[in-house]
């Protein structure tokens, strides 16, 4: 009879323990989830306003040289910081390689098409000088 009831207190408390278990478990889970939720949206905020300071830029400045070097940056770090956490709040495998690849995209053509317009304009730009502040030492 002690045997059965040392068995019955035994099986009651490893369940006890296992369910306690899986509940601390279910909250730390929960818990990282928040995390990486924060994370992502501190990411899509910061592309957001590095994209939105692009836009500012552009209309701000006179030179092209200055509004091409503020579309440049807000399109490749923005665009990089928005798809970075895109990929973070998603899990499916597929959609976060074509995301890395738009990313590679961006990254790959931006400043060749900014290194090619900056050179267009210099070279049709005679008074570039002018426009342009030349500090010497």
Request: glycine share 6%.
């Amino acid at each position: 009879m002690r045997c059965l009831a040392f068995w019955q207190w035994w099986c009651c408390a490893r369940c006890s323990w296992a369910s306690r278990w899986k509940r601390r478990r279910g909250r730390r889970r929960k818990m990282g989830e928040w995390i990486l939720f924060a994370v992502s949206v501190l990411l899509l905020v910061c592309g957001l306003f590095l994209m939105l300071s692009a836009v500012i830029g552009q209309y701000r400045f006179q030179y092209v040289l200055n509004r091409m070097h503020a579309a440049s940056m807000g399109d490749s770090l923005g665009l990089g910081l928005v798809l970075l956490s895109l990929c973070l709040s998603t899990s499916d495998g597929w959609l976060i390689a074509k995301y890395l690849l738009v990313v590679l995209f961006v990254w790959l053509t931006s400043p060749t098409a900014g290194h090619l317009i900056a050179r267009l304009e210099i070279a049709t730009d005679s008074q570039y000088q002018q426009e342009m502040e030349m500090i010497e030492k």
